[in-house]
């Protein structure tokens, strides 16, 4: 069986509302969030792409070419008391889920990235939709694993199917 490999971030995850219009996030502590700089250039992109509404999720994490030592407290204690937009803006949107566009559910992980690949292509530098890469053998994945997490400092890898479980690996 094929998997989808993505790159999981130390951030805060939230589902993230649009209507055409203005969006909102609600993260899991039930804190809602909206007109953030990584909101805005979301929601451009979305309107850019003509979407009507959709639901999503999404990760706030410390934008960094290497995330080791990075961590869910330095991006809270952000957006808890920014000192300046500058530090706003050290925070990176990584959208990975479609749940629901335009009133209709999305089915297979291969829709859902192709819609984000497409809605999200042009956002912006504080937005992105969560690196992915289809694996079919365990080298991949421990290739993947190296490179992401122990290289480069991710919180771990989420392997995705939509005929299995989906497994993080930390």
């Known amino acids: 069986r094929g998997y ?3 790159r999981k971030y130390d951030g805060e995850m939230s589902v993230i509302f649009f209507d055409g219009q203005k969006l909102l996030s609600v993260n899991s502590g039930g804190t809602v969030r909206w007109d953030l700089p990584q909101y805005q250039q979301l929601e451009a992109a979305l309107k850019k792409a003509k979407v009507k509404e959709c639901v999503l999720a999404g990760e706030l994490y410390v934008r960094a070419e290497n995330f080791k030592g990075l ?9 808890r008391n920014p000192k300046s937009e500058e530090d706003m803006d050290r925070l990176g949107l990584a959208v990975f889920d479609v749940i629901e566009a335009d009133g209709k559910k999305v089915g297979t992980l291969a829709e859902k990235y192709k819609l984000l690949d497409k809605w999200l292509a042009k956002a912006g530098d504080l937005v992105c939709v969560v690196e ?3 694996v079919k053998k365990t080298d991949d994945i421990l290739e993947l694993f190296a490179d992401w997490v122990i290289d480069k400092g991710s919180e771990g890898i989420v392997l995705q199917s939509d005929t299995s479980n989906w ?3 930390k």
């Open 167 to 169: 497994y993080k690996i």
């Open 71 to 79: 961590r869910i407290h330095q991006v809270v204690g952000i957006l």
């Open 132 to 134: 992915h890469v289809p």
């Open 4 to 6: 989808t490999a993505t």
